[in-house]
């Protein structure tokens, strides 16, 4: 079972590093620029991922009663980013798409400094080890993140025509790779899950994800392009970074067992936004710019 779910590790590693890299292959010089030439919207976007999702989750840890094991898989799937396939289930939900694509490669761009000064300012504030230490957090970070953006960025610029053949599959085969891990793992841990599951744990968790959805949402409005953006990207995190951080204090399937339970609160959470979002957009579409206003 460890080998398993080891070789399952290693998947979502592998599965965020592509995507990262087929994301900065995919951008654009628009894309890029998109929030540099916004620096508002860049820093409340970054305030949104950074600061008010994972304190959002120190909140309902420190507020509601549940076992550690499940605290610390909340604070660290609060610190992770860039799911695959994000900037196309944003743009299926009506997205800005410079807005999108820009602000995952920003915050991976800023990712390799702010989640290992994240990791040691919520240890040190709650005096629970959530993470490993911070050089080691920065150097999985760099690997994960760092290294692939800038990988992606430089094949870009000298093949651009790279983005066109190889950037979205790359994409979805990552977001395929991460889907069946995460299929494999809720097999393996199935009765894990089931046993880890209680009304405070269930509360906890659908507490965290419906404020961090909120958060985004709020900050990116009242543009609904925006606020679709910026909300699904705070309630929507990669487990690979969690997984990372925490099972070296906390090894073993219960850990995984609550970072999996997360992440299916996390579908029931932002399943009916997204819906909503796209029939928002096509009443919007019906209506026309004339009746919408009126």
């Given at each position: 079972?460890?080998?398993?779910?080891t070789?399952?590790?290693?998947?979502?590693?592998?599965s965020?590093?592509?995507?990262?890299?087929?994301?900065?292959l995919?951008?654009?010089?628009?894309?890029?620029r998109?929030?540099w030439?916004?620096?508002r919207?860049?820093?409340?976007?970054?305030?949104?991922?950074?600061?008010?999702?994972?304190?959002?989750?120190?909140?309902?840890?420190?507020t509601?009663?549940?076992?550690?094991?499940?605290?610390?898989?909340?604070?660290?799937?609060?610190?992770?980013?860039?799911?695959?396939?994000?900037?196309?289930?944003?743009?299926?939900?009506?997205?800005?798409?410079?807005?999108?694509?820009?602000?995952?490669?920003?915050?991976?761009?800023l990712?390799?400094?702010?989640?290992?000064?994240?990791?040691?300012?919520?240890?040190?504030?709650?005096?629970?080890?959530?993470?490993?230490?911070?050089?080691e957090?920065?150097?999985?970070?760099?690997?994960?993140?760092?290294?692939?953006?800038?990988?992606?960025?430089?094949?870009?610029r000298?093949?651009?025509?790279?983005?066109?053949?190889?950037?979205?599959?790359?994409?979805?085969?990552?977001?395929?790779?991460?889907?069946?891990?995460?299929?494999?793992?809720?097999?393996?841990?199935?009765?894990?899950?089931?046993?880890?599951i209680?009304?405070?744990?269930?509360?906890?968790m659908?507490?965290?994800?419906?404020?961090?959805?909120?958060?985004?949402?709020?900050v990116?409005?009242?543009?609904?392009?925006?606020?679709?953006?910026?909300?699904?990207?705070?309630?929507?995190?990669?487990?690979?970074?969690?997984?990372?951080?925490a099972?070296?204090n906390?090894?073993?399937?219960?850990?995984?067992?609550?970072?999996?339970?997360?992440?299916?609160?996390?579908?029931?959470?932002?399943?009916?936004?997204?819906?909503?979002?796209?029939q928002?957009?096509?009443d919007?579409?019906?209506?026309?710019?004339?009746?919408?206003?009126a």
């Amino acid at each position: 079972m460890k080998t398993v779910v080891t070789l399952l590790t290693l998947t979502f590693n592998i599965s965020l590093f592509v995507t990262v890299f087929a994301y900065a292959l995919r951008a654009r010089r628009r894309d890029l620029r998109y929030m540099w030439r916004r620096p508002r919207l860049l820093i409340l976007s970054l305030v949104a991922l950074f600061v008010l999702t994972p304190a959002a989750a120190l909140i309902v840890v420190e507020t509601i009663e549940i076992p550690t094991t499940a605290k610390v898989a909340m604070v660290a799937l609060s610190l992770s980013i860039i799911p695959p396939l994000l900037p196309q289930k944003e743009l299926a939900a009506g997205g800005e798409p410079g807005f999108a694509i820009g602000l995952t490669v920003a915050s991976a761009a800023l990712a390799v400094v702010i989640i290992p000064g994240q990791v040691e300012f919520l240890g040190d504030l709650t005096g629970r080890p959530y993470g490993v230490p911070v050089a080691e957090v920065a150097g999985v970070v760099a690997t994960l993140v760092a290294v692939p953006l800038a990988l992606g960025l430089a094949v870009g610029r000298v093949w651009p025509g790279a983005s066109e053949r190889i950037g979205a599959p790359l994409t979805k085969l990552a977001g395929l790779a991460t889907s069946i891990a995460l299929l494999v793992i809720l097999v393996l841990t199935l009765p894990q899950v089931i046993d880890f599951i209680s009304a405070g744990t269930v509360l906890a968790m659908f507490l965290f994800n419906v404020l961090a959805l909120a958060a985004g949402h709020l900050v990116g409005g009242p543009d609904p392009g925006r606020e679709v953006v910026l909300g699904i990207s705070c309630a929507t995190r990669h487990p690979a970074i969690a997984l990372t951080i925490a099972t070296v204090n906390y090894p073993g399937e219960r850990f995984t067992a609550a970072v999996i339970l997360c992440l299916l609160i996390n579908a029931i959470v932002v399943g009916p936004y997204v819906r909503w979002q796209r029939q928002r957009g096509r009443d919007a579409r019906a209506w026309g710019p004339t009746e919408a206003t009126a």
